[in-house]
């Protein structure tokens, strides 16, 4: 297996620009997860899919982010308009939960970093 | 709200001797609880667990404990290596929920 797969690897932008992050998790897991890494606020989660349907964005810190999931295989991860503060790595995880196995692990991508100037 | 914090943002230790990190929580509805590794370019990956119905699990060379009353837990790793230097997040669920609730990191170093 793969594992789970994250694109870009690294992202320069400049502001105001409008940045897409791609992910593919692990085929067959159900789960679906973004989270941002930052060094002021280590590993936060900004929203997560289950069985492609978005369960907690709670965690998008504005409406400047957004993501979807149009099948099992992809999501993606946009910001628009992109502002410095949005520099940090971006991970994806997915993990299976099924009802015989609630606490699977989640497994992650290598990230995506984004630096906007 | 910081509810699950890690708050050494450093540790060095030398080869052979043990490694402690702790890991503190504010959410009494947190049951579940695991540790993550990351090395640099890396994501996260797994590396052991425990449930609130426990207070210690072991996988060779690293153990975590659990203090329920005290919302604390700790990851002992004996003995470190100098492969064991990374970062380490504590993470915790709440009962069915599916997103975990990560601390800040860790930054173990291990001195040969």
């Known amino acids: 297996d793969a594992g789970v797969i994250q694109s870009p690897r690294h992202e320069v932008t400049e502001m105001g620009q409008e940045v897409t992050l791609r992910c593919k998790p692990i085929?067959?897991?159900?789960?679906l997860f973004w989270y941002r890494q930052t060094m002021m606020r280590g590993l936060e989660l900004l929203i997560y899919?289950?069985?492609?349907?978005?369960?907690?964005d709670s965690g998008m810190p504005e409406d400047r982010f957004s993501a979807k999931m149009p099948n099992a295989s992809f999501s993606t991860l946009k910001i628009q308009p992109s502002e410095p503060r949005d520099s940090a790595v971006y991970f994806c995880?997915?993990?299976?939960?099924?009802?015989?196995?609630?606490?699977?692990?989640?497994?992650f991508g290598p990230g995506t970093r984004l630096t906007v100037l | 709200d910081q509810q699950v914090k890690q708050n050494s943002p450093s540790l060095s230790v030398q080869e052979g001797r043990i490694s402690i990190l702790n890991c503190d929580y504010t959410?009494?509805?947190?049951?579940?609880f695991l540790w993550y590794k990351k090395y640099p370019a890396e994501g996260p990956t797994f590396l052991i667990s425990?449930?609130?119905?426990?207070d210690k699990n072991e996988d060779g060379r690293f153990t975590v404990f659990l203090n329920k009353s005290a919302k604390h837990l700790s990851l002992h790793i004996v003995p470190s290596q100098p492969g064991d230097s990374a970062v380490y997040f504590c993470?915790?669920?709440?009962?069915?929920?599916?997103?975990?609730?990560f601390g800040s990191g860790t930054q173990l170093t291990v001195l040969p």
């Open positions: 085929s067959g897991h159900n789960s």
């Open positions: 995880a997915s993990s299976l939960r099924t009802s015989g196995s609630p606490n699977n692990e989640q497994f």
């Open positions: 959410n009494s509805m947190f049951d579940y």
């Open positions: 899919f289950n069985n492609n349907v978005p369960i907690d």
């Open positions: 425990i449930s609130s119905i426990k």
């Open positions: 993470a915790a669920r709440a009962g069915s929920a599916r997103q975990l609730t």
